[in-house]
């Protein structure tokens, strides 16, 4: 069975510029979220998808941020623009539906984000 | 949402049973106690969740007393593959809707 993919593994990009990065979850998991860990900090939420729709966008940080789950499938988290401050790793991870399985998380391998 | 405090790094000798303890004195009632696992750019891992007494499976130990104020994530021999960073983190996953918190972590370093 294939894990949590994310791409690009790294994206370099200047200030103002924007980025899209893209995670596909585990097949058959209803659940998706959104992690960042900016340098030196530890890892944020960001927010939990339930199929195509946004349960917790709490830790999304200003509205420069959209994240977006058409068809309940894959995700995209677009920056833009992009500010240094966004540098960092970002995390997706996915889980079954059920709410016992919620906190066994499966993480994909991040995507790391340089904003120069 | 319940503070965890753990060591921030640990040494060990390949072989060795490793303990890292995590404490969280004001854990809730509801709350489970989960930890992960995080080797260098890779993205966390589930290892284990518990929410009481003690739990295993074929990575770890989970030992949690009767107080839940503190538990203990045990690796029984552990190997060089087993440096990463260890995650202990407080939450409902069942009623609650409150996303996982992951902490500053304990790096545990395995040497031959």
């Known amino acids: 069975e294939a894990g949590v993919t994310q791409f690009p593994s790294h994206s370099v990009i200047e200030k103002g510029q924007t980025v899209t990065l893209r995670c596909d979850p585990i097949?058959?998991?209803?659940?998706l979220y959104w992690y960042r860990r900016v340098m030196g900090k530890e890892i944020k939420f960001l927010l939990h998808?339930?199929?195509?729709?946004?349960?917790?966008e709490s830790g999304m940080p200003n509205n420069r941020f959209l994240a977006e789950r058409t068809g309940g499938t894959y995700s995209t988290l677009k920056v833009q623009p992009a500010e240094l401050e966004d540098s960092g790793v970002y995390f997706c991870?996915?889980?079954?539906?059920?709410?016992?399985?919620?906190?066994?998380?499966?993480f994909g391998p991040g995507t790391r984000l340089t904003v120069t | 949402l319940a503070k965890t405090t753990q060591p921030i790094s640990m040494d060990s000798y390949e072989g060795q049973e490793v303990n890292i303890t995590c404490s969280h004195n004001?854990?809730?009632?509801?709350?489970?106690i989960t930890w992960y696992q995080q080797f260098p750019s890779q993205g966390p891992r589930f290892i284990i969740q518990?929410?009481?007494t003690k739990v295993t499976n074929e990575v770890a130990s989970l030992f949690i007393p009767a107080d839940r104020k503190s538990s203990t994530l045990s690796l029984p021999r552990v190997s060089l593959s087993d440096t990463a960073v260890y995650y202990c983190?407080?939450?409902?996953?069942?009623?609650?809707?409150?996303?996982?918190?992951f902490g500053k972590g304990t790096r545990l370093s395995v040497i031959a």
């Open positions: 991870a996915s889980s079954q539906a059920e709410t016992w399985n919620r906190y066994e998380q499966y």
């Open positions: 097949s058959g998991h209803d659940n």
């Open positions: 983190l407080v939450g409902d996953p069942i009623s609650g809707n409150t996303p996982l918190v």
């Open positions: 998808f339930v199929k195509e729709s946004k349960q917790d």
């Open positions: 518990g929410y009481k």
């Open positions: 004001n854990i809730a009632t509801n709350d489970y």
